[in-house]
T-cell receptor
Framework: GDSVTQMEGPVTLSEEAFLTINCTYT??????LFWYVQYPGEGLQLLLKATKADDKGSNKGFEATYRKETTSFHLEKGSVQVSDSAVYFC???????????FGKGTTLSVSS | SAVISQKPSRDICQRGTSLTIQCQVDSQVTMMFWYRQQPGQSLTLIATANQGSEATYESGFVIDKFPISRPNLTFSTLTVSNMSPEDSSIYLC???????????FGSGTRLTVV
């Protein structure tokens, strides 16, 4: 069945460092891909998404590009801040009307 | 995107009892999804609730343990029945929204069973 695999953390960075969190997917078709963020003590928030190959999602300085050839949707940010400390989840949805499938989540900790 | 009101936000329950979690959406949606997030883990889909029909449960989840109600297009409930400490988790509901396609989540119910 469909699945999402993301690098496991924790990832610990200094402020202004470059961030990459790897995410790959397996699917029978061409799913829509999402990154969600969960800040400490808060609910899940959509960070960015891409619905077709070569689409780039971006938000709050984060970017991810839908790469069909490598079945990947890696999350990147050029300069992280302490406020980016959170758990990041990669997710996919194979078609409209189906539930999101989540990766295991990656905990990011940024220190000043 | 849709806005979901989920309650209760947290509860501490005695083993053997049941808790019903409610999700109210501010617009009509076809599909609602219920997830469990065990401590330090990712989200696992419990079931999909379509209005007017029985919920569809994922492997490892059964209706007797997690009965779901979906009486209309804006509301759903999940009951955690005959609870044990292993049911201590965060439970979340989610809906898919069609305009600007995506998924919204409720704020979650943090359940502790003692």
């Amino acid at each position: 069945g469909d699945s999402v695999t993301q690098m496991e953390g924790p990832v610990t960075l200094s402020e202004e460092a470059f961030l990459t969190i790897n995410c790959t997917y397996t699917a029978t078709g061409y799913p829509s891909l999402f990154w969600y963020v969960q800040y400490p003590g808060e609910g899940l928030q959509l960070l960015l998404k891409a619905t077709k190959a070569d689409d780039k999602g971006s938000n709050k300085g984060f970017e991810a590009t839908y790469r069909k050839e490598t079945t990947s949707f890696h999350l990147e940010k050029g300069s992280v801040q302490v406020s980016d400390s959170a758990v990041y989840f990669c997710a996919s949805a194979n078609q409209a009307g189906t539930a999101l499938i989540f990766g295991k989540g990656t905990t990011l900790s940024v220190s000043s | 995107s849709a806005v979901i009101s989920q309650k209760p936000s947290r509860d501490i329950c005695q083993r053997g009892t049941s808790l019903t979690i409610q999700c109210q959406v501010d617009s009509q949606v076809t599909m609602m999804f219920w997830y469990r997030q065990q401590p330090g883990q990712s989200l696992t889909l419990i079931a999909t609730a379509n209005q007017g029909s029985e919920a569809t449960y994922e492997s490892g989840f059964v209706i007797d343990k997690f009965p779901i109600s979906r009486p209309n297009l804006t509301f759903s409930t999940l009951t955690v029945s005959n609870m044990s400490p292993e049911d201590s988790s965060i439970y979340l509901c989610s809906v898919e929204y069609i305009s600007n396609y995506g998924y919204t989540f409720g704020s979650g119910t943090r359940l502790t069973v003692v």
